[in-house]
C-alpha cells in the first residue's frame, strides 16, 4: 500500500483509463468500513429481536414479542386510564348537567374531536359547516329541523332523522308550482302574498310546514321564511323540492335525506322516559324488559352520543 494515498503517483491503479483520468486503487477508508460491518450486526440482532422474516403463515415473531399491535394497544389502555374517571362521572350526568359543569363541558368537548371525526365529518364538514352543494345540514347555524336544542340534538344523534315530504308532480298544475315557488321566495324575502298564502292553505301545505311556514318540529318539516335552504333557494332548486320531493320513495328523483342513527337503545330509552314524564310518572319506575328487545343497534355508546350532543351543541347553533 502507498505511504501517501493522496498522491496519485504513489497509488497502485487499475489500468482503467478514461479521457486521461486513471482510475486509482485506494481501499475503503477503515471508518466506513467498520460502519459497513456494523451495520450487517445490527441487522442480524434487529433478525434476532423483532418480527422479520415473512413466513407462509404469519412471520417470526423475535424474542421480545414486540407487534405494532400490541404496541398501540399498551398506549390506548395509558389513555383510557387517564379517561377513565372522566368518562364514569359524564355517564352517571344528563346532557343538561354536562352543559352547566365547566370542567365536564371542556372534556366531552375535547374528547369527542376524534368522534365527531370518525363520524359525523364525512356528511357534516369539519366544524360543523359542509361543503357548499353537498345539501348537509349546517350544525353551525340556529336553523334546526327536528331542534337544535341539547335534548333534541341527543335524540337525533341516536334515533337518526329522515324527514319526508311527498313529491307533487301529480297533485299541482304547472302554473300552481310557479306560484308556489314564487310563494316561497316572496316569504323568505318577508313578502309573501295573499294569492299565495291561499295557494299555499288550498294545497295542504300547512298541514307539514304550519299555517306561519315556519315548519313543524315534531315532523321535521322545513321554514319557509328564512333564507336557510337545505337543498337550494334558486328557483329551480325550491320547484325541484316540490315536484319530486324529500325521500319519496315513488320518485326516482326525490332528495334523499337520511340520517342513520347511532344508538337505537338510546333513542328508545329517551322516548319511554319522556312518556313517563308526560303521563306524570317516575321514569325510574319503567320496566325495561317490556320496552326493550335487547336486539337494539348501538354503533356508539351512551356516553359517546353525549359527547357528540354537547360537542355539536357547541359548535355555535346550539339552542
Same mark, same amino acid.
Given at each position: ?36 460491518? @456494523?451495520?450487517?450486526?445490527? $441487522? ?8 422479520? *422474516?415473512?413466513?407462509?403463515? %404469519? =412471520?417470526? /415473531? ?27 362521572? @359524564?355517564?352517571?350526568?344528563? $346532557? ?8 365536564? *363541558?371542556?372534556?366531552?368537548? %375535547? =374528547?369527542? /374531536? ?206
Amino acid at each position: 500500500m502507498a505511504e501517501n494515498k493522496n498522491d496519485p503517483s504513489q497509488v497502485k491503479d487499475t489500468g482503467h483509463v478514461w479521457d486521461g483520468i486513471r482510475e486509482l486503487d485506494n481501499p475503503c477508508p477503515r471508518w466506513w468500513l467498520n460502519s459497513l460491518w @456494523l451495520s450487517g450486526l445490527m $441487522v442480524i440482532v434487529y433478525f434476532i429481536l423483532y418480527p422479520s *422474516l415473512p413466513l407462509i403463515e %404469519g =412471520s417470526t /415473531k423475535g424474542i421480545l414479542g414486540w407487534t405494532q399491535i400490541n404496541e398501540f394497544e399498551e398506549d390506548m389502555a395509558k389513555v383510557e386510564a387517564i379517561r377513565a374517571p372522566f368518562d364514569n362521572q @359524564l355517564a352517571a350526568m344528563t $346532557v343538561e348537567e354536562i352543559l352547566v359543569d365547566p370542567r365536564m *363541558l371542556n372534556y366531552a368537548i %375535547g =374528547s369527542s /374531536k376524534v368522534l365527531y371525526g370518525d363520524n359525523c365529518a364525512a356528511c357534516h364538514g369539519v366544524g360543523g359547516a359542509p361543503p357548499t352543494g353537498v345539501f348537509y345540514p349546517n350544525l353551525t347555524d340556529d336553523d334546526w329541523l327536528f331542534g337544535g336544542g341539547i335534548y333534541d340534538i341527543k335524540m337525533s344523534i341516536a334515533q337518526g332523522r329522515a324527514g319526508m315530504m311527498p313529491a307533487h308532480k301529480n297533485l299541482l298544475t304547472e302554473e300552481e308550482t310557479d306560484q308556489l315557488v314564487q310563494f316561497v321566495i316572496d316569504y323568505s324575502n318577508g313578502e309573501p302574498t295573499e294569492a299565495g298564502l291561499a295557494l299555499y292553505n288550498a294545497k295542504g301545505c300547512f298541514a307539514c310546514h304550519g299555517a306561519d311556514a315556519k315548519g313543524i318540529k315534531a315532523m321535521g318539516s322545513a321554514n319557509l321564511t328564512d333564507k336557510i335552504w337545505r337543498f337550494s333557494g334558486t328557483p329551480e332548486g325550491i320547484r325541484h323540492s316540490i315536484i319530486h320531493g324529500v325521500n319519496d320513495p315513488s320518485d326516482p328523483q326525490t332528495h334523499i335525506a337520511v340520517m342513520p342513527g347511532w344508538n337505537e337503545k338510546v333513542a328508545i330509552m329517551m322516548e319511554a322516559r319522556a312518556y313517563a314524564i308526560e303521563d306524570g310518572d317516575d321514569p325510574n319506575d319503567i320496566d325495561w324488559d317490556d320496552e326493550l328487545d335487547g336486539d337494539e343497534a348501538e354503533r356508539l355508546t351512551e356516553t359517546d352520543i353525549k359527547k357528540l350532543a354537547v360537542y355539536v351543541h357547541q359548535l355555535g347553533g346550539g339552542q
